[in-house]
């Protein structure tokens, strides 16, 4: 039949290959958007995190920064985190709801079609 899935080389009658991607890719942007919320939530500890991480390498544990240095340095590498959760965000929440549309018509069009006798 032209209607089985196949994964990992079994068998799937039951769903239709479009159903099947369009909750994958729900399933994903949602996934997608959650990441995106902890990097935003989590920016400033692993923004510190990673400023610290690079004066050590840098510097070889010896921080002689100023006060002004570190608080810049420390803001761009929170910038840089919020930046990335607000793209991952963006692009999982704009994606979910997408999907979300993509499976409402597709589980339309499933009972529409079921509904219809094929007389």
């Known amino acids: 039949m032209s209607d089985d899935l ?37 920016a400033p500890q692993l923004g510190e995190e990673s400023y610290r991480s690079v004066l050590f390498q840098i510097r070889h544990g010896h921080v002689y920064t100023t006060a002004y240095e570190y608080v810049a340095l420390l803001e761009a590498s929170l910038i840089a985190y919020r930046m990335v959760g607000l793209a991952v965000t963006t692009v999982g929440g704009i994606g979910f709801l997408l999907s979300g549309i993509g499976v409402y018509r597709e589980l339309g069009i499933r009972r529409k079609n079921h509904g219809q006798s094929n007389d």
Do not use: E, Q, R, Y
């Open 6 to 42: 196949h994964i990992f080389g079994k068998k799937i009658k039951d769903i239709k290959k479009a159903t099947f991607f369009a909750v994958a890719g729900l399933i994903a942007m949602g996934i997608m958007f959650l990441v995106g919320l902890v990097l935003l939530v989590f």
